[in-house]
């Protein structure tokens, strides 16, 4: 058997299909959360519903330790868990206390014995092929995996509560802010994004202009961000934010692999880089070369005058 | 307060991930190494914590005995020593790596260690959170603000993390672990005085033999780019017409 540890995103769907397509029985098991009448269309028979009031109040170690208490009870082949970060936090956890190795961000697997699997390393930089020698084996399952619904429905999900004694309790929440309403570069449908190229913190003024006339919001890469011109907010990339817009518009940035793996999933890419040899240049769907002081005020220019007419 | 910072390591490869003959490593001949960018944060937090509370940091490097230049690097940043487990060149699993840095710390006690959330090269996101259980202290990860509270009996650390739809504090007692993002804080370059400072420090080496984990890697490819040459719209502010076209073809403008 397998058991799935999903959550309320939309990838959690992805990883419950993907988990069916390796063709044995599949649970699944949330912190909370998840709908039995779903499931059942989708094949599922069991929810294992982990409820503790205390659980949201701590760290993710005692979620993982909760997982863990679940797995020795169910005693699944194979555990396979979205790749959220509480998520993978609380596999960490788990697979730390039981001793037992985790392989994080895996986009292909074949069960047996060892289990062979293809992970994504360095934010898409690289893949690994991987043995995973162990008596349960943990994965977490990298977004936009898919496959096909092994299963077909069944006529109810019966969900069962399991609420374990908890020991981690060490680090606690102590506080809890919400986000505002405004958009962020992970949900902008436009980004216009600045590098080395925009040349001072000022000269980021055009791609505002330009950002707030598309509807979308400013990014920038590393080197603007350690130079002080941006937020590390602002920050598309490996290290920063990765982005999948409508339109990813990069100024002035050259395109260095730990760039391209926080932009490369963006709809549409455009670049405007004074060197045609650039790799964002090649690798992007439509290119101007020129400087961006010249570039941006003339688009900027044309589009108000469009909207004039 | 005594603060440990685990660094790695990482290649920094330019538009291109070259791979070795046999397809188990970046071939690193034409390349740079940097420290991770979330180590590089934690570090300047171990620097502006011993400054305010004193004490001194430590930073500590698992792998081989090149890894001597990004423990320099650190020391140049400010952190006082610097200690090179060296388990030679092979890349470890994240259960040999824990085991490699819960050994270098022996009993040595400290107040706050800190590592990066996961590194920047294999990305398996759990080393620090095995060393903080073999040492038996708290973590959380994804950190992007420290504050320390020593005004409390033991002190504590409240650590902030972004989530899905806000931010969440956590406070720990010490001793305790944080595993750190970039965006923490503006890692500093070395001044001139502390590049010279780094190059008489002291590094201690602790030769160590991996046991490996039950995660064995077998070897890298390259992910598909199949991605076309891009059309050139034009060149300077000629191109601007083109473009607005083509923004009005994809629907960005209405
Ligand atoms: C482990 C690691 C993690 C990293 N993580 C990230 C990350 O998350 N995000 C990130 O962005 N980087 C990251 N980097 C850094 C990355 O390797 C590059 O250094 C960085 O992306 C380069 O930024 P850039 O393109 O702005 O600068 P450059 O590489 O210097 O490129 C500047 C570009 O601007 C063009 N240009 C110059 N002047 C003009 C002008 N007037 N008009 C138009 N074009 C002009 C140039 O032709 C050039 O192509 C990471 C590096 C490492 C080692």
Known sequence: MILTVLDDSPAALD?????????????????????PDDLAKRGVSTLHRITSDELADYAPAASGEALLRLIEQVRPDGVLAVSSDRVTEAMAHAATLARLPLATNCVEVTTGDPWLLTRVRGGGMLLEEA???????????????????????????????????????QARVVERTSRGSGMTLATAPVIVSGGRGVGS??????????????????????????????PHSDQVGLTGTKVTPELYLACGISGATQHWVGCMDS???????????????????????????????????EIDSRSKT | ???????????????KVPLTDDQTEIDTRYLGHTIGPHEECAVEEAVRIVKAHGGSATVLAVGPAAADEQLRYAIAMGADRGVLVDVGDAELDPEATAAAISHAVGDTRYDLVLFGTESADASHYQVGIRVASALGVPIVGGIKGLELDTAVDDGAV???????????????????????????NLP???????????????????????EPGGLRKVRLRQPNDDREEAIVLGHGADAAPAVVDVLTQIGVIA
């Not at chain 1, 898919?146 to 981690?168: K, M, N």
């Not at chain 1, 670049?271 to 240049?281: F, I, Q, S």
């Open chain 1, 15 to 35: 990883v419950l299909a993907f988990a069916q397509s390796l063709g044995q029985p599949v649970e699944a098991v949330t912190f909370g959360g998840g709908d």
């Open chain 1, 131 to 169: 043995e995973l020698t162990a008596d349960v084996a943990l994965l977490t399952i990298a977004q936009g995996v898919s496959g096909e619904i092994g299963a077909g429905p069944v006529a109810s999900c019966e969900v069962r509560e399991f609420t374990p004694e908890l020991t981690a309790t």
């Open chain 1, 201 to 230: 913190a000022d000269g980021y003024a055009v791609l505002e202009e330009l950002a707030k006339r598309l509807g979308g919001v400013v990014g920038c890469s590393r080197v603007a961000t350690n130079n002080g011109w941006r």
């Open chain 1, 267 to 301: 709809k549409v890419i455009m670049a405007v880089n004074t060197d045609p040899e650039a790799p964002l240049v090649r690798r992007a769907n439509y290119a101007v070369i020129g400087d961006v002081h010249e570039v941006l005020p003339a688009i900027v220019k």
């Open chain 2, 1 to 15: 307060m005594e603060v440990l910072v685990c660094v790695k390591r990482v290649p920094a490869p330019g538009a």
């Open chain 2, 158 to 184: 409240s650590l902030r993390r972004e989530v899905a739809d806000g931010v969440e504090v956590y406070r720990l007692p010490l001793p305790a672990a944080a595993a750190v993002k970039e965006g923490l």
């Open chain 2, 188 to 210: 500093r370059y070395p001044s001139m005085p502390g590049r010279l400072k780094a190059k008489k420090a002291r590094i201690d080496v602790v030769p160590y033999t991996p």
